[in-house]
């Protein structure tokens, strides 16, 4: 598989995607750095099989049909190192699956806190 890690996940973190002999590359390795999904995703298709990503937003502002990629959501409680390494063997075990134009989700959404109740 080929895959690309996108910039909410740190560099540091690319080489431990690559178990299973996977070639895998930082969006920072490949100059795309900044992009808008958009042009980072047609700029990997055809090139890439895998975005990695924490963009939550990513599969609902794109039309995922255009590109011949499948995408794996990373959803730690928050977006952090410490957060995302625990997820990183289930994250590779997906790439044997993962279906192009689908979004894989590994980890859990937010909770979101619960307000209290108001009295009025």
Not at 73 to 87: A, F, H, K, S, T
Request: aromatic share 2%; glycine share 8%; net charge positive.
């Amino acid at each position: 598989m080929r895959v690309v890690i996108d910039e909410d996940t740190p560099a540091s973190l690319t080489p431990q995607f690559r178990a299973g002999g996977h070639t895998v590359n930082h969006v920072e390795d490949l100059g795309l750095k900044g992009k808008h999904n958009g042009v980072l995703l047609a700029a990997i298709s055809g090139s890439a099989d895998i975005l990695v990503t924490g963009d939550t937003n990513l599969g609902h502002q794109q039309n995922l049909k255009k590109f011949g990629l499948a995408i794996i959501l990373v959803r730690p409680p928050r977006l952090v190192i410490e957060q995302i390494i625990p997820l990183i063997p289930e994250v590779v075990a997906a790439f044997a699956t993962a279906k192009r134009h689908a979004v894989v989700t590994i980890g859990q959404p937010k909770v979101p806190r619960s307000r209290p109740k108001s009295d009025t």
